[in-house]
């Protein structure tokens, strides 16, 4: 009798319900919050496959655990900590990125500004952004391949070393000029800073994303590429079809009209966003937004 009413005495302790002020229910929050956003992350990335992985070892340790395998939770307990060095090593990409990706969010930027030194709110002018639209769409109409990473937020002065300075004011006859064939700068990429081409023949990282179209060439991967290390609006003329697409975010819009490519380069003024991922929490995907490639 003794024994049952410890029994319901203890049961009555962890049935109990702890006091919680509004610290706990902060702390909670947060700790949601990141948990969330580590499995959005983890979710996009080649981690996805790694997590599965790692929950099946920890099964089966759970498993040596129980039936106690000596040898096997040996062997485990003197590797541990080896792998988590070399999952530091392997994604290492996917952790820049990550860190890169909330360095960029806009209450972080609001609180710390590191780049004061750039004009926010004046990044193209209508006469650039006209001239670039124009460029553009003619290179689509000779089927002549171009890259144009325009740069916002983040310098990208160390792609812009690998190229040839330039600092012209852009315009369409030299946008054309620079990507005609047999020419010395139509190779590799050019960058834009304000009004202003200021490298061309860049070099530019290539994107490691497996979801990507098996049609896109180098240049559309370069294109995707830079847009995953930084918050650059890259365009992109298709030399096989002519077709004109953008790379935003890591995402790859293909297709795009001369008119929505205008609105994305005025929006990309500080106005608004340019970036394709938001974070919404109570609306879905707009009505008129395009469908994006993988």
């Not at 948990?35 to 080649?46: G, N, P």
């Not at 790694?50 to 040898?71: E, N, P, Q, R, T």
């Not at 972080?108 to 004046?122: A, L, T, Y």
């Amino acid at each position: 009798m003794n024994a049952i009413i410890s029994f319901i005495e203890e049961s009555k302790t962890w049935l109990s319900i702890p006091d919680i002020n509004i610290t706990d229910w902060f702390e909670i929050f947060i700790i949601a919050f990141m948990i969330y956003h580590i499995i959005i992350w983890v979710k996009d990335t080649r981690a996805w496959m790694l997590l599965k992985g790692i929950v099946v070892i920890l099964v089966f340790s759970l498993i040596a655990s129980i039936l106690k395998l000596s040898v096997i939770l040996w062997i485990f307990s003197k590797t541990i900590n080896v792998g988590i060095i070399a999952l530091a090593i392997i994604f290492q990409p996917e952790l820049r990125r990550a860190l890169e990706q909330l360095g960029r969010k806009n209450i972080v930027m609001s609180i710390m500004p590191f780049d004061e030194q750039k004009d926010k709110h004046e990044r193209f002018s209508e006469k650039t952004i006209t001239e670039l639209v124009r460029a553009t769409y003619e290179l689509a109409k000779t089927k002549t391949g171009a890259l144009i990473v325009c740069e916002q937020d983040i310098l990208l002065n160390e792609y812009v070393r690998t190229g040839i300075i330039m600092d012209s004011v852009v315009s369409s006859q030299l946008l054309i000029n620079i990507f005609e064939h047999n020419t010395p700068l139509h190779d590799g990429a050019i960058i834009l800073r304000g009004d202003r081409i200021v490298a061309a023949t860049c070099y530019l990282p290539l994107s490691d994303n497996l979801e990507l179209s098996k049609e896109l060439g180098t240049r559309h991967r370069a294109g995707v590429g830079i847009s995953e290390v930084s918050d650059s609006i890259t365009i992109m003329v298709s030399e096989e079809t002519g077709a004109v697409s953008i790379a935003v975010g890591g995402e790859i819009i293909r297709n795009i009209e001369a008119e929505e490519l205008r609105q994305r380069l005025k929006g990309s003024d500080g106005k608004e966003s340019s970036n394709t991922k938001k974070f919404r929490i109570w609306k879905g995907r707009s009505k008129d937004e395009k469908k994006v490639d993988q």
